[in-house]
């Protein structure tokens, strides 16, 4: 079991911090750590998705004439990884655009005082 | 060189995406309410075309994008079935904004209209993508897409409430799309693909082979949660009430009409294509579907027995609607699909017209939302009042309007199946909670009050509210046309849908 | 007159029934007589009491059933991990006839060294269109949310800006770390082809060049070198371009026609260059002071 | 080289459990860009060089600098414990 953990070590770490994020995306209170939350558990998903396409031995795939031809690791993932974490960036600025909305209108970012204020404004 | 119709549907999205940007840099609110109006229109005959052409000559093509052929660049995957839900989802677009736009115009801010409209532009062409997509990390990308447009239209309204709403609404739908994104990598991990096509063919081998079936499994698993996640399935629906119910009428007719139904429209299309239905029965998600399916249908009715807030009364009956969905989408069985296909049109018209009349009748009623403060307000705008009572009539499922057809495909999708008594009898428990709260709703709307409380209302109701609205009364005309044609004439639909599902 | 006092009085109690105020004695129009007659209409505060403790209610029971959600979930993972492809295998199915096309034909089909980029530009370039779109519509939510209206002067709820007051020590560090910036970013840009780093980090660097001439000198010298129509201007032109270029690419491609675009993936690069750098700095712009 | 790979991974498990328990939400913004660039290291070791150039630039740069900006409008900066 041992070495089978330390055999997939990049995915059982990308499992933890994905559990870690998932957890403090739902249980944390406060907005921006919700956030904090989200990045982890999106950062968690490209490790996974980029140690899938890594090959022992394989070199970074630049595809140069470089006579011999060595062994290149699986281009895909590393590529959707990297649309994945510009997207994840654009998703956190608008989050936090509105949280600095909410702490402007509210003056709190924590989401239970927030329920009550707004429940209160709402009908 | 392929003939010209098939390459409306790449034309139809890149329209609405160049559209999108064209409006964020346009002065005027006014022009971009003009280009957007126009692309769904535009969007939604081309969509008719390319059905006349799928339907008439039987077939679906793949549409590559760029010169690599399938496994190896993005495609689009055109058959009669997504050429009639993207005509219906642009005409219900179309509509939406139409009898919106008053309140739009009233509501937002002059420098940030623009950019509201080039939110609806974008969400319309992730809608389109997400219909036609037939490649999985296509659909993910264009799932963002329509989820920072719904949750910017959720806020567009700037109130406080909305904005605690919206970012509520933000943190639901990330847990969703996280989900579908690390399924998604668990499936090209095991499979290596990830077009449609390739993608079935490996599943289809891993299923005979067996090996990899863990990994199989909780791909699926994630998947459908994902999707359900954002699609507002029962236990996750706690987001819906106060997004829909704050936001502008035009914001949440969109969101509920239309938005909820990409993801089910991609959820439908995974079932049909990749996993095929078999495989979902075997792995046992479809009982796990068909359980919240139900749970949904019952708590979301029981749960808008207990609003009096007119908005989240109709939001809360979006979840039952969509428990519906789901219900057909779990018996596993073809059938089910085109029943599940059909509830998707018909709560693409009906909600939609509900919410436009809803806004409109609370806008002749001085922006009041609670049921009491909306008495008699159908006298004030006929034509809400009659949308209002046509599409209460067709969600409780009175014949001759098109919530009656889908339930009655429902129930016969049900029979074969082991679970006839349970889905039967949830159906008909639905129906009559769906009735619990939409009955007093059209009493309250149709019921005159006494005097003092209606000089009341009228006291604070703007002058230029109660003025008739052309625009509103041309979009929900159309609506109601929609919903009877979908109760009377249904059999030209539900043939296209089965050869939609047979040609998927 | 006895007949109008009677009709009036009926239809006084179907309005009062509708609103669930007072039950009506004996006739019931429906088969609801069995529900507890509703208490006269609650006081505002009953109202606070019953929604203060629903809230009360759902915080109670929320966290354990997210921390129970939260450890299945992670307990599913990671046994579905253990029983994935091996990490680092040259068997695995992912490394199948997709990839060996990417990396063999890559060079020649999309004129691009870096088999990443050329995946990213050439093969699946519409999820970069996607992805390049987030972006757009992600500093477009941004705007509507902290844009202060220009000619109005600031509303209720927004304070003064505090103005940036003049760092010396970011100055002189700034000075001269700009120019290599800005060069580095350049470099990137246009080499996406041979060397690692395309179009969406050399967009950053670009970007983060220009929150740096704005963060060290002041506003004004960055609205010089990008003042706010041009900003929109370029922000909207590099997305058109991109969305434009691609879209004829596709149409030849589609229909087989001849294709004579060349260098198409070095002003793909560009133009997804453009808009990454644009929207940094959007952000930065919008998120310290409100205006671009 | 594999030692190496087990202390980074070690150190991103550390940071990603570290960052929101802090009591303080600047330190929490600070663990958290830590985390980003020790999973940039590890994709320079995963042989992706295009993932450490973004992850770096993107994923630590700019998600810190507008972590930081946000807690500066929200005046979370100063020593007021904010927790």
């Known amino acids: 079991m041992l070495e089978d953990i330390l055999q997939n070590r990049y995915a059982v770490t990308a499992v933890i911090l994905f559990g870690v994020g998932f957890a403090n995306l739902m249980l944390q209170q406060n907005l921006l750590r919700k956030v904090l939350g989200f990045n982890i558990m999106d950062a968690a998903i490209f490790l996974l998705l980029a140690s899938l396409g890594y090959i022992d031995g394989g070199v970074a795939p630049i595809v140069g004439d470089r006579g011999f031809d060595p062994l290149y690791i699986n281009p895909i993932p590393s590529g959707l990884a990297l649309t994945g974490i510009v997207v994840s960036v654009a998703i956190t600025a608008f989050a936090l655009a509105l949280i600095q909305r909410i702490y402007r209108r509210y003056g709190t970012i924590e989401l239970r005082e927030l329920l009550e204020l707004a429940k209160k404004e709402d009908d | 060189m392929r003939p010209f119709v098939e390459n409306l549907p790449f034309l139809s999205i890149f329209l609405a995406l160049l559209a999108g940007i064209v409006t964020a840099a346009v002065r005027s609110g006014r022009t971009a309410y003009w280009i957007t109006t126009g692309v769904c229109a535009a969007a939604a005959a081309m969509h008719l075309w390319v059905l006349e052409y799928t339907y008439l000559e039987g077939l679906r093509f793949t549409y590559t994008m760029g010169r690599f052929l399938a496994p190896y660049g993005n495609a689009l995957q055109c058959g009669p079935l997504q050429a009639l839900l993207a005509s219906a989802f642009s005409l219900v677009m179309a509509t939406c904004l139409a009898g919106g736009r008053r309140e739009l115009f009233q509501e937002l801010k002059p420098g940030k209209q623009r950019l509201y409209f080039t939110m609806v532009n974008m969400l319309e062409a992730s809608l389109l993508a997400l219909t036609y997509t037939n490649d999985v990390f296509t659909g993910y990308v264009f799932i963002e897409i329509s989820t920072i447009a719904a949750c910017s239209l959720v806020m567009a309204k700037d109130s406080g409430p909305n904005l605690v709403a919206a970012i509520r609404y933000l943190f639901m739908s990330l847990m969703g799309s996280g989900m579908f994104l690390i399924g998604l990598t668990m499936l090209n991990s095991v499979t290596g693909h990830l077009l449609m096509p390739a993608l079935a063919e490996a599943v289809a081998e891993l299923r005979l082979s067996g090996d990899y079936r863990i990994p199989l499994t909780v791909a699926v698993g994630l998947m459908v949660a994902g999707l359900g996640v954002k699609s507002a399935m029962f236990p996750f629906h706690l987001w819906l009430p106060d997004a829909h119910g704050g936001a502008a009428t035009a914001s949440s007719a969109i969101l509920s009409g239309l938005v909820l139904k990409g993801y089910i429209v991609l959820l439908l299309v995974l079932i049909l294509r990749v996993f095929s239905v078999e495989l979902l029965a075997e792995l046992g998600a479809a009982n796990v579907i068909l359980a919240f399916g139900l749970l949904g249908m019952l708590a979301g009715s029981v749960f808008a027995i207990r609003e009096n807030h007119i908005k989240r009364m109709l939001a809360y009956s979006t979840v039952a609607q969509v428990g519906y969905i789901f219900m057909g989408i779990g018996l596993g069985t073809t059938e089910g699909l085109i029943a599940s296909c059909f509830h998707v049109l018909v709560h693409a018209c009906c909600k939609p017209l509900l919410f436009l009349c809803a806004g409109r009748l609370s806008a002749v009623s001085g922006h009041h939302k609670s049921l009491r403060n909306l008495r008699g307000s159908a006298y004030r705008d006929v034509g809400a009042g009659l949308g209002f009572t046509v599409g209460a009539l067709s969600m409780i499922g009175i014949p001759l309007f098109g919530g009656f057809v889908s339930k009655f495909y429902f129930a016969n999708a049900a029979l074969p199946t082991g679970m006839t008594a349970l889905t039967l009898l949830a159906i008909a428990l639905s129906t009559v909670l769906n009735a619990l709260y939409y009955v007093p709703a059209l009493l309250a709307i149709w019921v005159r009050p006494p005097a003092e409380d209606e000089l009341a209302i009228l006291g604070d109701t703007h002058a230029e509210d109660l003025a008739p609205d052309r625009f509103f009364a041309a979009a929900s005309l159309l609506l109601i046309l929609a919903v009877f044609i979908l109760g009377i004439f249904y059999h030209p639909i539900t043939d296209v849908l089965e050869a939609g599902v047979r040609l998927i | 007159m006895h007949e109008d006092r009677r009709d009036k009085n009926l239809r006084r109690r179907l309005t009062s029934w509708v609103d669930g105020e007072r039950e009506p004695k004996d006739q019931t129009l429906f088969v609801m007589e069995q529900r507890p007659p509703r208490r006269a209409r609650q006081t505002e505060e009953e109202f606070e009491r019953k929604d203060r403790d629903r809230l009360q209610k759902f915080f109670n029971w929320y966290p354990a059933a997210a921390a129970v959600i939260c450890l299945v979930m992670v307990a599913v993972l990671l046994i579905a991990v253990m029983n994935m492809p091996g990490f680092g295998q040259a068997d695995n199915p992912i490394n199948n006839e997709v990839s060996d096309r990417y990396l063999k034909h890559g060079r020649e089909e999309t004129g691009s060294e870096n088999a990443v980029t050329a995946m990213i530009v050439g093969y699946r370039g519409f999820d970069t269109f996607g992805e390049s779109c987030v972006m757009f519509l992600a500093v477009a939510a941004v705007m509507i949310l902290l844009a202060r209206e220009e000619h109005r002067p600031a509303d209720a709820d927004t304070e003064e800006p505090e103005e940036e007051r003049a760092d010396l020590i970011l100055e002189q560090a700034a000075r001269p770390l700009i120019p290599f910036m800005l060069l580095i970013a350049a470099y990137m840009l246009l080499h996406s082809e041979t060397t690692p780093g395309g179009g969406f980090s050399g967009g950053t660097l670009l970007g983060a060049g220009l929150i740096l001439t704005s963060a060290a000198f002041g506003a004004e010298s960055a609205q010089r070198l990008l003042s706010r129509r041009q900003y929109s201007a370029v922000r909207t032109f590099g997305l058109l371009a991109y969305g434009l270029l691609y879209g004829a690419y596709i149409f030849i491609g589609a229909n087989g026609l001849q294709n004579h675009l060349t260098r198409l993936f070095l002003l793909l690069d560009l133009a997804v260059g453009l808009v990454v750098a644009c929207t940094i700095y959007g952000f930065y712009a919008l998120f310290s002071r409100g205006r671009i | ?83």
């Open chain 4, 1 to 83: 080289m594999i030692v190496l790979e087990y202390i980074l991974l070690a150190g991103v498990i550390g940071c990603a459990i570290a960052a929101p328990l802090c009591r303080r939400l600047l330190a929490s913004v600070i663990v958290y860009i830590t985390m980003a660039l020790l999973m940039a290291v590890l994709w320079a070791l995963l042989q992706s060089p295009d993932l450490a150039i973004t992850e770096a630039a993107v994923g630590a740069g700019v998600t810190g600098i507008l972590f930081l900006l946000t807690l500066k409008r929200i005046h979370a900066l100063r020593d007021r414990s904010d927790a």
